[in-house]
């Protein structure tokens, strides 16, 4: 019976429609299947073709300022932290006269830089004045006020910058929106001292701020802690004008217990920025 099934032309067609079918949807499936991936590998590939501009931008725009700004008398030099300063670092190291120098770092990171680089290793205990000083930056506005303190270095950070006769900032074009606030949204970072935070929560609220205290996690339970034992703040007050940071500064750093605030007012000279084209852009004030 089932033999004189199979035989018949209807079932003959019904089997071929079938096969037909399934061939069609098999073939669609991995044509999209196709497209999906070739897509994705297009994107993965833009995105590393903008990776390797932004990495080759940051270069161009560190090496330009060690070469543009460090002279034949400067000894004592700054060395901050963040990826572009990684670079600033490197061009220092390539210095004929590097014995010659003494390089103060922000933190532990710069600390690193500095000694992979074969460069001496100073601290401000030792020299109270620094000739230049170079450093990235979380943000940078028209006037070339910055908010720094993304890694919670703020307070050495600063410390480098006063001591500096010449600071230099060096950052990709990400970091260039020319109002603070505007890309940077995580709010400007405040060192404080740890039984002051409450007090200081309820003050910054009160000033139009939107604070927090930094949490450690996932790394560690509780609350992020400085090298100098301190809690950080990161408030965000929106976007802050170039014409009103100082004022907003000096409000917050008469608040009693805020330590030092991640807004450096008017104490970079220059600014270099890596372009998204892989070009390099001077800001003066």
């Known amino acids: 019976m089932i033999l004189q099934l199979l035989k018949l032309p209807a079932t003959k067609r019904f089997a071929r429609k079938v096969l037909k079918t399934s061939f069609d949807y098999s073939v669609n499936f991995f044509v999209k299947y196709l497209k ?3 897509k994705t590998e297009l994107l993965q590939l833009e995105r590393q073709k903008m990776a390797d501009l932004i ?18 008398n400067h000894k004592v030099i700054g060395i901050g932290s963040g990826s572009t300063v990684v670079y600033v670092a490197e061009r220092v190291g390539q210095q004929s006269n590097k014995s010659e120098l003494v390089c103060i770092p922000t933190g532990f990171q710069s600390k690193q830089l500095i000694i992979d680089n074969g460069l001496k290793l100073g601290s401000l205990e030792e020299f109270a004045s620094i000739d230049i000083a170079f450093d990235g930056a979380d943000e940078v506005d028209s006037q070339l006020n910055c908010i720094k303190g993304g890694g919670a270095c703020l307070l050495q950070e600063k410390l480098v910058a006063d001591s500096a006769d010449n600071f230099i900032i060096v950052a990709d074009y990400r970091k260039n929106t020319g109002i603070l606030g505007k890309s940077w949204t995580k709010g400007v970072p405040l060192e404080v001292v740890p039984a002051a935070y409450n007090k200081i929560l309820k003050q910054l609220t009160e000033l139009g701020g939107k604070a927090q205290v930094r949490s450690g996690l996932p790394a ?4 992020v802690i400085t090298d100098n034992g301190n809690f950080i703040i990161d408030c965000d007050f929106s976007q802050v004008e170039a014409s009103k940071v100082k004022e907003l500064n000096d409000k917050i750093k008469a608040m009693v217990g805020v330590v030092e605030t991640g807004y450096f007012v008017g104490m970079a000279q220059k600014a270099y920025i890596g372009n998204a084209d892989g070009t390099v852009s001077t800001l003066k004030v």
């Open 36 to 38: 999906s991936e070739l």
């Open 55 to 72: 990495e080759k931008s940051k270069k161009l725009a560190a090496y330009s300022a060690v070469d543009e700004n460090l002279k034949p």
């Open 220 to 223: 560690k339970a509780g609350p």
